[in-house]
């Protein structure tokens, strides 16, 4: 095997470094492409009720209107993420007694950080939510 030696070594020293360094910072140029949401719940729009929610406990979620406002809320405990219980006037955990308003916010603690907001898309006539 032929060994490899002064400019000949030199070159292929420098497309590696190119490459390796190329790549690098490639990386931190080019964002990465976002990654495409999934559907958690899909419902028609009819079945939510006016001024009311739907809760799913499995997808530990719920919808709610307020007039023409619809919205979703995780119902995963900011705290230490029990399932948050949906009652006509706030949400309530269990497991420590925080209290969200019905937008999420904190009421009472131990937790301090409102509920997540999850997003919800229009398709036709059904309301589609996203993680
Ligand atoms: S897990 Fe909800 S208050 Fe602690």
Not at 4 to 30: E, Q, S
Not at 103 to 114: C, F, H, I, N, Y
Request: hydrophobic content about 40%; aromatic content about 6%.
């Amino acid at each position: 095997m032929e060994k490899l030696t002064g400019p000949r070594r030199k070159f292929l020293k420098g497309i590696a470094f190119i490459g390796i360094f190329g790549g690098l910072f490639w990386r931190f140029l080019v964002p990465s492409q976002k990654i495409p949401q999934k559907a958690l719940l899909e419902v028609q729009k009819s079945d939510i009720p006016l001024r009311g929610a739907l809760v799913f406990k499995r997808s530990r979620a719920v919808i709610i209107r307020r007039e023409e406002d619809v919205y979703a809320l995780s119902l995963v405990c900011t705290h230490l993420g029990c399932t948050v219980n949906v009652t006509a006037e706030n949400l309530v955990c269990p497991c420590h007694g925080s209290i969200f308003d019905r937008e999420g916010k904190v009421l009472k603690g131990p937790s301090d950080k409102a509920l997540e907001r999850l997003e919800v898309e229009e398709r036709g006539d059904k309301l589609v939510v996203l993680v």
